[in-house]
């Protein structure tokens, strides 16, 4: 599936188009059960989608997440996007932009791992790519 047929391009950035994701049997489980889910609801928050994650799938996007050549890693940009716009959040309209929002949604994927490992306490209705948010805390270590 190329690229054209999974983005889309409107005037407040790029847009996923989740019916092709969910069609794509290239991509993994879990990118597509979200796109799948985002049609039936548009509506999911980032926490929600975190908690929401099976472990097998957490260490999936953890490992992908860890290396950038892996063949699956343009799926975090996916995720990442399907998850914002779900939020309501702009689409991006720069590569810096695109960068930023992987970075953070690795981030979140990390303190899920951390999370559950019980290193540290998440506060999963915090995690959001809104820029509200960017200020609240996402987690914090437990003593």
Excluded: W
Excluded at 36 to 63: A, C, I, R, W
């Amino acid at each position: 599936m190329n690229e054209e047929e999974l983005f889309g391009a409107n005037g407040e950035g790029f847009t996923v188009n989740v019916a092709e994701v969910a069609k794509c049997k290239d991509m993994l489980a879990v990118t597509r059960l979200l796109a799948m889910e985002l049609m039936k609801t548009p509506y999911m928050s980032v926490g929600d989608f975190m908690k929401n994650l099976s472990d097998q799938d957490l260490h999936t996007l953890l490992e992908i997440g860890d290396n950038h050549e892996n063949e699956h890693f343009q799926e975090m940009i996916l995720i990442s996007e399907m998850l914002a716009s779900s939020e309501g959040v702009p689409g991006v309209k720069s590569l810096d932009e695109t960068q930023e929002r992987i970075g953070l949604f690795i981030t979140f994927i990390a303190i899920e791992g951390l999370a559950r490992k019980g290193l540290v306490r998440v506060y999963r209705e915090n995690m959001s790519f809104g820029e509200d948010m960017s200020k609240l805390i996402v987690a914090e270590k437990i003593d």
